[in-house]
């Protein structure tokens, strides 16, 4: 059994011997070699151990009780001392990293440069102008002279010098107004009846008036009057249209009052109407109807409606025969052509009775399209600021781009007009 076992054996040396082991010993010189031999390999054995009973052998595994399935064998899941995988499926033990260094924080950052303006200087800015265009509209039916509602900002369109401009503002405007009532009252032939015409044609607007209404009026022969500033008093309006009783002069200066009265508004902010009750026959101005149109198209937010005067009689004397009569008739004619251009150019309207009768349905009509009107706001594509005039036009179109069409309950078309200024002038620049 003895020889049967892996015995590890370092290099020979002189191994001691105990004390009971020593006395029942013969001497090791006074042994024959054969037993010196043997003793020595049975103290050997007995003193080393064999390497297979160091090395800590596995516990068997449990014995299953009878009648239950043996449960397969469990692969070992022990980490192994120098980290791995131990299996196919079993820890891995990952190397652990090293920590990083701690690393220095970063420079703070420069602090940014101080600038401090001079001692008494203030802080430059810029300021830059674009310019805005706001462009009243009318739209009202041709036969009714009723005022169309219910539009949208896509059924109009601007152009300006024949190029479309993008609309960036649109609502409708009911506003209080600020009106100038300007009447002729001048002692030329026939004048009672001029007059008569022309307060009854004051009289009919002053009734249709509000309360927020700020109005003036002022009269012109040959010279202009303020009888009036302006007032939201109804009494005082009528007080002063009634004490206009005879006349100073027979001119009649209708040039220089109109521009008169437009100089006076440019003054007043906001939206503006000259109410021009006149016969429209001028004849002692000492400007000219060139420098009087200039002027009107110089105007900013100022709409002129024209009412003329004298038509009963002018009615009665129409026909006559003789060159004076011819004459009378001419002048009338450019009277009213030069009415309908103040009213055109400024995007207003004019009217032309012939019986006092007629007056309430005109100034309906005026306040209707002074009340209700839609404003159109747009940035020129042309932003020179070199005061020339620009030509303004405005269309009415569908959903489609189309010319937008109107029907009433029976689907028959409805034929509109558009009220607006026709065009306007640019600021001029300062050098």
């Known amino acids: 059994m003895l020889l049967n076992k892996e015995v590890v054996m370092s290099t020979p040396c002189r191994i001691p011997f105990h004390s009971s082991t020593r006395q029942n010993t013969l001497s090791l010189r006074r042994l024959p ?59 891995i033990a990952l190397p652990k990293k090293k920590d990083a260094p701690d690393e220095p924080p970063p420079p703070p950052a420069p602090a940014a440069p101080k600038i401090v ?51 960036i503002g649109f609502k409708r405007v009911e506003a209080p107004i600020t009106a100038l009532l300007l009447c002729e009252f001048a002692a030329n032939g026939a004048w009672w009846i001029k007059a008569n015409d022309m307060q009854n044609a004051a009289f009919t607007f002053t009734q249709q008036l509000h309360p927020q209404d700020y109005v003036a009026l002022m009269t012109f022969d040959l010279n202009t009057q303020i009888v009036t500033d302006f007032t939201q008093d109804k009494r005082q309006l009528v007080q002063a249209i009634s004490s206009l009783r005879i006349p100073g002069f027979s001119e009649t200066n209708i040039f220089d009052a109109l521009y008169e009265g437009i100089d006076r508004l440019d003054r007043v902010q906001g939206r503006k109407y000259i109410i021009l009750i006149a016969s429209g026959r001028d004849t002692f101005s000492k400007l000219t109807l060139d420098k009087i149109l200039k002027k009107v198209k110089e105007s900013h937010d100022i709409t002129i409606f024209t009412v003329s005067t004298g038509g009963a009689l002018r009615a009665m004397t129409e026909g006559g025969g003789g060159m004076r009569s011819q004459m009378r008739e001419m002048d009338n004619l450019q009277a009213d052509n030069e009415m309908r251009t103040f009213a055109s150019m400024t995007g207003g309207m004019s009217f032309f009775p012939r019986f006092t009768g007629e007056l309430p349905d005109i100034f309906n009509e005026i306040n209707q399209n002074i009340r209700a009107k839609y404003e159109l706001v747009y940035h020129p594509s042309n932003p020179k600021q070199d005061g020339t005039f620009r030509k303004l036009r405005v269309e009415l179109v569908d959903d489609e781009g189309q010319p937008l069409r109107m029907q009433d309950e029976k689907h028959k078309p409805l034929k509109y007009d558009i009220i607006a200024r026709d065009g306007y002038r640019a600021k001029q620049e300062v050098e």
């Open 33 to 91: 070699f054969v037993g010196l031999f043997l003793l020595v390999l049975a103290l050997a054995a007995g003193s080393l151990v064999p390497i297979h009973s160091q090395t800590p052998q596995p516990a068997p595994p449990p014995t299953p009780a009878p009648g239950q399935p043996q449960q397969p064998a469990q692969p070992d899941q022990a980490a192994p001392d120098s980290g791995g995988p131990t299996g196919d499926s079993g820890v």
């Open 117 to 167: 303006n001079p001692a008494g200087m203030n802080i430059p800015t810029m300021r830059i102008e674009v310019p805005e265009v706001n462009v009243d509209v009318g739209v009202l039916l041709e036969k009714t002279h009723q005022f169309v509602p219910g539009l949208k900002p896509t059924n109009f369109r601007v152009y300006e010098d024949g190029v479309q401009q993008k609309v």
